[in-house]
């Protein structure tokens, strides 16, 4: 990219308006367990997964993807998990490197249906191959393999309606609050309501469960989230 803002990352927390957080570390992310168990205690409303520049081989992304994958699902039962391989220009020409990247992609699809045929139901997959579109090397990349503005914007293009529809319907989350607020306000301005009380009693819609405990099961597991988001110190019924 041609400064920070640019990276598909930063794209998505502009068209999505909210706070996106990139743990590539530069490509130096290889799966390690002990980086899943960290991320995995983070509030968040979605994860997406997918580190396949990263690892050293074929046969290291094998043995560290899925079990990532569980690390953060095991403590976050509830929670949207996208899993994505790598983008990929259309005008590969080399067939190794060709054969090198469907493998890499096969490995991430197997992920993906043995978290489904686990039970998983809320889990996606998007697919590298078509993130890109249909740019070629010259315009997709800056050097054939690391994305230019306009290879970032692709990549985030392709994510953002899934990422849109996962902030509206998924349960449980302070930025589901957020949404309640702003559809509040534009409903009452519509109207000609008060707007900021309209935007208050939406951002607070859900204080009551907090209070008796009488959450839906979704919310139970971000207890954390809204804790911090209401600022409530004393211990949740739940």
Same mark, same amino acid.
Request: glycine letters at 12%.
């Given at each position: 990219a041609s400064r920070p803002g640019m990276s598909h990352t930063n794209i998505l927390s502009r068209m999505l308006d909210c706070d996106t957080v990139n743990f590539g570390f530069s490509g130096s992310d290889k799966g390690e367990s002990a980086l899943a168990e960290y991320i995995a205690k983070l509030p968040m409303s979605v994860f997406v997964h997918g580190y396949g520049y990263n690892p050293p081989s074929l046969e290291h992304y094998a043995a560290t993807y899925y079990p990532f994958y569980r690390i953060i699902r095991e403590q976050n039962p509830t929670l949207p998990i996208i899993m994505v391989s790598n983008p990929v220009c259309c005008d590969i020409k080399d067939p190794a490197r060709t054969d090198y990247l469907t493998r890499r992609r096969a490995i991430t699809v197997r992920a993906y249906t043995d978290a489904l045929e686990s039970g998983d139901k809320n889990v996606y997959f998007r697919?590298?191959?078509?993130? #890109? &579109?249909?740019?070629?090397? *010259?315009?997709?990349?800056?050097?054939?393999?690391?994305?230019?503005? #306009? &290879?970032?914007?692709?990549? *985030?293009?392709?994510?953002?309606?899934?990422l849109k529809k996962l902030q509206i319907v998924a349960p449980g989350t302070f930025h589901h609050s957020l949404v309640v607020q702003r559809l509040a306000e534009a409903g009452a301005e519509a109207i000609g309501a008060d707007v900021t009380r309209a935007g208050v009693c939406g951002l607070y819609h859900d204080i009551s469960e907090i209070l008796t405990g009488d959450m839906p099961t979704p919310v139970k597991y971000n207890d954390v989230v809204l804790k911090r988001a209401y600022r409530i110190t004393h211990p949740m019924r739940i």
């Open positions: 697919d590298g191959f078509d993130a #890109l &579109g249909e740019l070629d090397a *010259a315009d997709a990349t800056v050097d054939g393999t690391h994305p230019s503005d #306009l &290879g970032f914007m692709n990549m *985030a293009r392709q994510l953002y309606p899934l």
